[in-house]
């Protein structure tokens, strides 16, 4: 018999073993980017939340975290202070067509008016569709509208201008259940 074609026995604790390595090893690559990046990313968003807020409140004097049991959609809640106009600024990420979902910033007034609604990100709706919702023509329908009241839908982006709706929903939500704590 030719020795080439002998087929080798490998033993399928050996082949669990290797596995069970290569693994460990590509787990303790992943920690270690991660671990080497989280605070970049951390400061990455925090600027891309310091914008926002900035776009709704220009000017703002200050801005303290609101805690409370707030809709899943809800990241986080700030209470702002501007020369201008106080109020709050709400970072939500509602559910869009993409898997990323839509994450916002809404700024709404202590009355309880929206002031304005920042698209943080969209990138996974649709292009020329769902993208939509990040234009001004879109978002500024939404300004002065309190709760129980809707925007307009973009035809053809439903799906992507309903989880706007949805997300707007919960802040309004939010901050009234916010103000009443507050007094």
């Given amino acids: 018999r030719c020795k080439i074609m002998e087929k ?12 069970t390595c290569i693994c460990a090893v590509i787990s303790l690559l992943v ?16 600027k891309k939340t310091e914008k926002a807020i900035s776009e709704i409140f220009p000017n703002y004097t200050e801005k303290t975290a ?11 809640l700030y209470k702002v202070t501007s020369d201008a106009v106080s109020g709050y ?9 993409g898997s990323d979902g839509i994450n916002m910033m809404v700024g709404i ?11 943080v990100s969209a990138t996974s709706e649709t292009p020329g569709l ?7 023509q879109y978002t500024d329908g939404f300004k002065g509208l309190t709760a129980g009241q809707k925007a307009d839908t973009i035809s053809g982006a ?16 939010a901050v009234e259940q916010a103000s009443k704590g507050a007094k």
């Fill in 158 to 173: 439903t799906i992507s201008s309903n989880g706007v709706q949805a997300g707007i929903d919960a802040c309004l939500s």
């Fill in 8 to 19: 080798k026995k490998i033993s399928p604790i050996r082949t669990v073993l290797v596995l």
């Fill in 89 to 97: 600024a709400v970072d939500v990420t509602a559910k869009g067509y």
């Fill in 31 to 46: 920690a270690g980017v991660y671990a080497l990046t989280k605070d970049t990313i951390a400061q990455n968003n925090e």
């Fill in 130 to 136: 769902g993208q939509n919702i990040t234009k001004p």
């Fill in 109 to 119: 007034d202590d009355t309880g008016k929206i002031i304005s609604v920042v698209i």
């Fill in 66 to 76: 609101v805690s409370g049991e707030f809709d899943e959609k809800i990241n986080a």
